[in-house]
């Protein structure tokens, strides 16, 4: 995989310039989809969520000033404020996952990474064996999440960019419509709302439930991708 190419996905003329709605203004915001592995994009993303990261810890302890020295207290609340996935290093995860079975994708708007998510390919389907997508990682920057007496800025980035993925696994790696992961249990309600089909935890990760999603729902997703 080329480290120093990315690759924008450009937009139809006929679909329009694609817009998110920021909730903090109102205002309709472009943004723009980058694809492939480049330093440039996650250095800036682990930049701009640490950074948030931090703000979010340190409301989190004014909230709960026992989480100051009680780490079993810090951990409970993590979940509520957007943090179960605190301890992810995206530096050390595009070390990791830099072979050409891997995808990267960057939702950035306002200047600011949004999103990304990283697919590997193939992956069987439990379903009927053929050849779907495992989305290794995908996760909203912290200021899009839910967190108390705060409103998230732009929604469903992530399922923009798992359109995207989708639509890039049919189209360009020539998979029929499928895909596949590990949902962290903050994530499985959503994951069962995009009428994906749950399966039972998974002990060789981490006991996090497993989910497919079948050609019809990967299809629909498809659908929704702006896409060249």
Known sequence: MDWGVIKPV??????????????????????????????MYVFQLSEQWDTEKRQIMRQLMADFPAAVDDPNVLFDQLPAYGLSDFHWS????????????????????????????????PKESRLDGERIFYIDYVASAYWNRDRPNYVKQFGSVSRILIAHASHF??????????????????????????????????????????????????????GEAHHA
């Open 169 to 222: 696994a049919i189209n360009t790696l020539g998979y029929r419509p499928g895909f596949c992961l590990h949902s962290l249990p903050t994530a499985e309600g959503y994951y069962r709302y995009l009428g994906m089909i749950e399966y039972d935890v998974d002990a060789e990760k981490e006991n996090l439930r497993y989910f497919e999603a079948p050609p019809d729902i990967a299809g629909m997703l498809a």
């Open 10 to 39: 450009r937009e139809d003329a006929h679909m329009g310039e694609p817009l998110l709605l920021c909730r903090h203004t109102g205002q309709q915001v472009p943004y723009q989809i980058q694809q492939g592995l480049a330093p």
């Open 90 to 121: 995206w530096l050390d995860k595009a070390f990791a996952f830099r072979s050409d079975d891997y995808h990267w994708f960057f939702l950035s708007a306002q200047g600011r990474i949004q999103a990304t998510c990283v697919i590997y390919h």
